[in-house]
C-alpha cells in the first residue's frame, strides 16, 4: 500500500503533548510557554524538547526557581490579553504558587464583575510510580478540584493528550492540566480525538453492565487491566475515565451507576478528603437507589510516598486492588 | 405527609364501602395511581391518588363503611423532607381495624381502681393486644425495624416495653438490604421480611427481590375483600340512589328539548370505507363517530359543557363526555370519556371499548365517575328512535342519538332513502336557552356531514 494515514502513527503520551502545544503556538501567536527548563533542557519530562529552536526563547521562556513569580506573571500575562502555557514540574511544587492559583487566577473573573478573565494554561505533573518519594510524587489535584473558578482536567489517553490543549487554552477560565508522571512513556497510535474534546464530558472507555469503575488519569491503564481480570471471571466492568476532574460529569456517573448498581471509586490519592470521596458522596446522593452494594474506593495509602519499589507500588492502588473490591462489591 | 381520604364520586355519594387495597405500605405510588377499590351506591371503582410519594399506614380496613372525606391511609409525599439514607418505610402490621387506641400507661405504682375501670374498656380481657404499645415504644420498634407483633410484652397488663424492643432488636439484628433492592421491593410488591439476602452479611440484594417476586408471580393471589353486599342489595342500593339524583334533576332543572335528524349518508359510507380497510379489531362502531360529533360540538358550544353550582355555570376543564354505560342487572353509569374532543377515532373507540368493559367488571376509576362536563346517551343499539333524556345533575346538559335507521328523506328535491340519526338535546335552561342549544345540535349535525374531519 502505497498511502499511510498520518494520524494514526505511533507515537508517546510525552509527544502527543509536544505536538499540542506545537500546534498551539504555530496557530496562534499570542500563547507562549514558561517555566522551570523548559527552553534549553526541553522540560524536565521532555515534553518540550525542540520547541526553543522552532519558536525561539521569546514564546518559549526558562523561569527562575520561583513558581509564585513566573505564575503570577501567567496570571498578568493572560489578564493582558495573551494565551501563556505555565508548566510546573510536579503538583508538589505548585503548592507555592496556590496563592496565586487560588487567589489570584481562580478569583479574578469574579471579584471584577465579570471584567477580567484569567485565560491561562498551567501544566503539571502529578502521580507516583517512578521511584521519586514523597516530595515529587503526590497526587493533589483533587486539592484543586475543589476550587470554584478554575477548570481541572487530567488526560489519560494519547488522544486527551494530544486534544485537550486546544479547548483548555480556548476556555476564558484558568485550566490546570494533570499529567500523571507514568504515562509519558505509553505509546500507541492516536486515534481521532475522544467522543467530546469540549473538556465538560467523561468517557466510558469500556461498557459494562455488573460495576462501574470510576477512576482517571494515570490510574486509567491499571483500571482497565482489572476490568480484563474481571472479565475472565465473569464480571462485566465498565470503566469511566472521568477527564475533568473540575467540574465533575456527574451525569455520565450517574449514567453508568444506574446501568450497572455498583462502584468501585479507583483515585491515587489519600483517600480522606479525595476526589474518590466527593464522587462517592455524588453517587450516594444522586444515585443511592440504584446501589445494589456499598461504593467501594480504592485510594493510595495514607502515608508520604516511599522511596523503595516495593513500598510504593504497595502504597498506590494496583490492578489486584481493583480487582477484590469490585468482587467484594458483586459477589 | 398527605391523607388519602375517601373521595366523593359522585353529587350523591356521602358514604362508601373501602372494598380492597390496592396498595401496600411502603410501596411508591405516582399520581394517578389507582390506590383503592371503593364501592359505592352505584358501583365498584378504582380510586385514584391525587400525590406522588409512598405509602404510609392504611387506617381503614377493607369492608368498612365509612363517609366521605375519611382519611383511609397516609401518604409520605415528595414535598416533604428528603428521606434519610437507610431509613426503613413503615412495616407492614399485622391486620387492625382501628387507628390504635389512645393508651396512656398506667403508672405501676398506681393501682387505682378508677385506672383499672378505664383499661377494661381499652383491653381485652386477655389482658395483651399485640400492636399496642406508647409511641415512644412504636417509634423504636420502627427504628430498629422490630415487629412489635411478635413481642410478648413484660410491661404491666403484657405491655411491650421499651428494653422489649431493644432487646428483640438486639437479638435479631437486622439483615442490611441495598437501596436498590428496597426500591424494587416497593416496585414489585415484595414483602422484604420474607426475603433471604444472598449478599455479604445476608445482604438483600436486588436478585433475591427479583427472585422473590418472580416465585411470589407464581403463587394463586389471594386476599380479595369479601364482597361487602351482595348483588341483590347493590342493585336495590343503585336504584335508590338513580331515583334520588333523577327526582332531583327533574325537580331542580328547568328542562328544555331540541332534535333534529341528521343525513348520515356520508358518515355511514365513511365508515364502511374505513372499516373495509381495517383490521377486524381496529374497526369503528357509528357511536364512535356520534360521540366525536357530539364533543366537536359543545367544543364549539362550551355553554352546555360544564356543571351548573351555587347558581351559576362553571365552564367544564375540558370535554369529559360521560357515556352512559347500562348494566347488565340494571341501572347505568355514565364515566368520562377523558378529552373526548381531541381523542382521533380509532383511540376514542379503544377508549370506549375499554371504559365499557371496566363498567361491566366494576372497575372504573374514580375521576372517571366524577368528572364527566356533559353525558351523551345512545340508544340506537336498543332500537329507539330518539332518546330525550334527564341531565345529570350538576351538568346542564344531555346530548341523545337514536338508531341509526333508513328513512325516507328529501335530497335535492326528489324523494330518496337515507341513513339518519335523531340527535336530541336535554339542556338546562337556567344555563342556556333554546337558541344555544340549537346551535349546539346544528354543529352535530354538520360535523356528522363531514365525517372525515372528524
Excluded at chain 2, 387506641?101 to 383499672?116: L, N, Q, S, T
Excluded at chain 2, 399485640?130 to 420502627?142: D, G, Q, S
Excluded at chain 2, 417476586?213 to 351482595?230: D, F, M, N, Q, W
Aim: proline share 8%.
Amino acid at each position: 500500500m502505497g498511502t499511510s494515514r498520518t494520524d494514526e502513527r505511533k507515537t508517546t503520551y510525552r509527544e502527543a503533548l509536544r505536538e499540542a502545544l506545537r500546534e498551539a503556538m504555530r496557530s496562534d501567536d499570542r500563547v507562549f510557554l514558561m517555566g522551570e527548563d523548559v527552553g534549553r533542557y526541553g522540560g524536565c519530562f521532555g515534553v518540550s524538547l525542540g520547541l526553543l529552536e522552532e519558536f525561539g526563547p521569546e514564546r518559549v521562556r526558562d523561569t527562575p526557581l520561583s513558581e509564585s513569580a513566573f505564575v503570577g506573571a501567567g496570571i498578568g500575562a493572560a489578564l493582558a490579553g495573551m494565551r501563556p502555557i505555565v508548566e510546573i514540574m510536579t503538583v508538589n511544587f505548585s503548592l507555592l504558587a496556590l496563592d496565586q492559583i487560588l487567589n489570584n487566577a481562580a478569583t479574578l473573573l469574579h471579584m471584577s464583575g465579570g471584567q477580567l478573565p484569567v485565560p491561562l494554561v498551567i501544566r503539571m505533573t502529578t502521580g507516583a510510580g517512578r521511584q521519586l518519594a514523597a516530595q515529587h510524587s503526590h497526587s493533589l489535584e483533587g486539592w484543586y478540584a475543589h476550587i470554584p473558578g478554575i477548570r481541572v482536567i487530567a488526560p489519560a489517553t494519547l488522544e486527551d493528550a494530544r486534544h485537550m490543549l486546544a479547548p483548555a487554552l480556548a476556555d476564558p477560565d484558568p485550566v490546570l492540566i494533570f499529567e500523571h508522571g507514568v504515562l509519558y512513556n505509553a505509546s500507541g497510535e492516536i486515534g481521532p480525538p475522544a467522543a467530546s474534546a469540549d473538556l465538560d464530558h467523561a468517557a466510558v472507555r469500556r461498557s459494562g453492565t455488573d460495576i462501574s469503575l470510576i477512576t482517571y488519569g494515570g490510574s486509567l491503564p491499571k483500571v482497565l487491566m482489572a476490568a480484563d481480570e474481571l472479565a475472565v471471571d465473569g464480571i462485566s466492568a465498565e470503566v469511566v475515565d472521568l477527564r475533568t476532574l473540575r467540574p465533575l460529569d456527574g451525569e455520565t456517573i450517574a449514567a453508568s451507576v444506574t446501568r450497572t448498581h455498583r462502584a468501585v471509586v479507583v483515585d491515587e490519592a489519600w483517600r480522606t478528603g479525595s476526589l474518590a470521596a466527593e464522587v462517592s458522596a455524588r453517587i450516594a446522593e444522586g444515585s443511592f437507589y440504584d446501589l445494589d452494594a456499598p461504593v467501594e474506593r480504592v485510594c493510595g495509602a495514607e502515608c508520604p510516598m516511599p522511596y523503595a519499589r516495593r513500598l510504593e507500588e504497595a502504597a498506590l492502588p494496583q490492578p489486584s486492588d481493583v480487582v477484590a473490591a469490585a468482587h467484594r462489591a458483586v459477589d | 405527609m398527605a391523607e388519602f381520604t375517601m373521595p366523593s364520586l359522585g353529587a350523591d355519594m356521602d358514604e362508601g364501602t373501602l372494598q380492597e387495597w390496592l396498595v401496600r405500605p411502603g410501596e411508591r405510588i405516582r399520581r394517578g395511581d389507582p390506590v383503592a377499590v371503593v364501592e359505592t351506591a352505584k358501583s365498584t371503582i378504582e380510586v385514584e391518588c391525587f400525590e406522588t410519594g409512598t405509602v404510609g399506614e392504611l387506617l381503614v380496613e377493607p369492608g368498612r363503611t365509612v363517609p366521605v372525606g375519611t382519611p383511609l391511609a397516609l401518604i409520605e409525599t415528595d414535598r416533604e423532607e428528603p428521606e434519610k439514607p437507610g431509613r426503613k418505610p413503615p412495616r407492614r402490621r399485622g391486620p387492625k381495624a382501628t387507628p390504635p387506641p389512645k393508651v396512656v400507661p398506667p403508672p405501676p405504682h398506681e393501682p387505682a381502681p378508677a385506672g383499672d375501670r378505664e383499661l377494661a374498656v381499652d383491653l381485652p380481657p386477655e389482658g395483651r393486644v399485640p400492636h399496642e404499645a406508647v409511641p415512644l415504644v412504636r417509634r423504636l420498634a420502627r427504628e430498629r425495624g422490630v415487629d412489635l407483633g411478635a413481642l410478648h410484652g413484660s410491661g404491666p397488663h403484657g405491655r411491650i416495653t421499651r428494653s422489649d424492643v431493644e432487646r428483640a432488636a438486639a437479638r435479631r439484628p437486622r439483615p442490611p438490604i441495598t437501596p436498590l433492592a428496597r426500591r424494587l421491593a416497593g416496585e414489585l410488591g415484595v414483602d422484604l421480611a420474607t426475603v433471604t439476602g444472598t449478599g455479604r452479611h445476608g445482604a438483600v440484594r436486588a436478585d433475591d427481590v427479583r427472585k422473590a417476586a418472580a416465585g411470589r408471580a407464581a403463587a394463586p393471589v389471594s386476599g380479595h375483600a369479601e364482597p361487602a353486599r351482595t348483588a341483590d342489595d347493590r342493585a336495590v342500593a343503585m336504584r335508590r340512589t338513580i331515583a334520588g339524583l333523577m327526582a332531583r334533576s327533574k325537580r331542580d332543572i328547568p328542562h328544555y328539548y331540541l332534535s333534529t335528524t341528521v343525513d348520515m349518508a356520508a358518515a355511514m359510507g365513511w365508515l364502511r370505507d374505513y372499516n373495509r380497510r381495517s383490521p377486524v379489531g381496529e374497526r369503528l362502531l357509528p357511536a364512535a363517530l356520534l360521540l366525536k360529533a357530539a364533543a366537536l360540538a359543545v367544543r364549539e358550544v362550551p355553554a352546555l359543557n360544564g356543571f351548573w353550582t351555587e347558581d351559576r355555570f362553571t365552564e367544564g376543564d375540558g370535554v369529559h363526555l360521560g357515556v352512559a354505560v347500562s348494566l347488565r342487572g340494571g341501572g347505568l353509569v355514565a364515566p368520562a370519556l377523558h378529552d373526548a374532543d381531541r381523542l382521533p377515532l380509532p383511540e376514542l373507540m379503544s377508549r370506549l371499548k375499554d371504559l365499557v368493559t371496566r363498567v361491566r367488571e366494576g372497575r372504573l376509576r374514580g375521576s372517571e365517575v366524577s368528572d364527566p362536563t356533559i353525558t351523551v346517551t345512545n340508544l340506537g343499539d336498543q332500537g329507539v328512535e330518539s332518546v330525550l333524556g334527564v341531565i345529570y345533575p350538576p351538568q346542564v346538559a344531555l346530548i341523545g342519538f337514536g338508531r341509526v335507521v333508513d328513512r325516507p328523506c328529501a335530497v335535492d328535491g326528489l324523494l330518496g332513502v337515507r341513513p339518519t340519526v335523531t340527535a336530541t338535546l336535554s339542556a338546562d335552561h337556567r344555563a342556556t336557552d333554546g337558541a344555544i342549544g340549537a346551535r349546539c345540535l346544528a354543529e352535530v349535525d354538520r360535523r356528522l356531514r363531514h365525517p372525515e374531519e372528524l
